[in-house]
């Protein structure tokens, strides 16, 4: 039966199904179990999608099995429940986002789509990384809370990306100082980009500044 992805799950990052595809092709243990539900007669996994999409395209052997934690006769709550009882040890905002279905949730992933595909030097897929780049799942995260919790729905997710335009140019043009390594600068003079001058993202200051003097606040 086809196991598809639950539909309160991301799309799998591509370079983390890269990793993980890599690190099993060169024999490296990766983990066969998915964590799966039967809804209505169909199955979804709800846990494991990076290794279930990476098992389609590795080389596997005839032979080889996958373990399947199936919840039967159950409904899409149930699994979203399941989820976070499996990762409750990883923090609320690596996967809230996973469980949130509106209008922002998808004009932020646009935000980041159109960056992943102009910076994809300064894109990182393994949770750990350092400024200036960015993981997608977290820099999702990052705006979605900027837009909901810090400026508590008051900007538009258009007015983010407007301010964060500026943000960058005013970096460019040294309006506000650098941080970091003289590494980190060269890259980001290299490629016109400075957004993430700090380790846990945007300068909330910075942009709350630019939001005030655009009206936005």
Do not use: W
């Not at 001058?197 to 939001?211: A, E, F, K, P, Y």
């Amino acid at each position: 039966m086809f196991i598809q992805k639950h539909k309160f799950n991301r799309d799998a990052d591509p370079g983390r199904v890269d990793i993980i595809i890599e690190s099993f092709n060169s024999g490296n243990y990766v983990p066969p179990n998915l964590f799966v539900g039967e809804v209505d007669g169909s199955l979804f996994c709800y846990d494991g999608n990076h290794r279930r999409e990476a098992f389609l395209k590795a080389n596997t052997p005839d032979d080889f099995q996958i373990i399947l934690d199936v919840m039967f006769n159950t409904n899409h709550e149930a699994l979203k429940s399941a989820f976070v009882a499996i990762n409750e040890s990883v923090q609320v905002p690596e996967q809230y986002m996973n469980f949130i279905e509106d209008d922002l949730k998808t004009e932020v992933s646009n935000i980041v789509k159109d960056l992943v595909l102009k910076y994809p030097d300064f894109v990182k897929h393994r949770v750990r990384y350092q400024k200036p780049h960015f993981n997608r799942d977290h820099l999702e995260n990052h705006f979605y809370k900027i837009v909901s919790e810090d400026f508590n729905g008051n900007i538009t997710s258009t007015q983010l990306k407007e301010c964060l335009t500026i943000l960058n140019d005013r970096y460019k043009l040294g309006a506000i100082p650098l941080a970091g390594s003289a590494n980190s600068k060269r890259k980001c003079k290299k490629f016109d980009f400075y957004l993430f001058q700090s380790s846990s993202g945007v300068d909330i200051g910075h942009l709350r500044t630019i939001m005030t003097e655009k009206g936005y606040l």
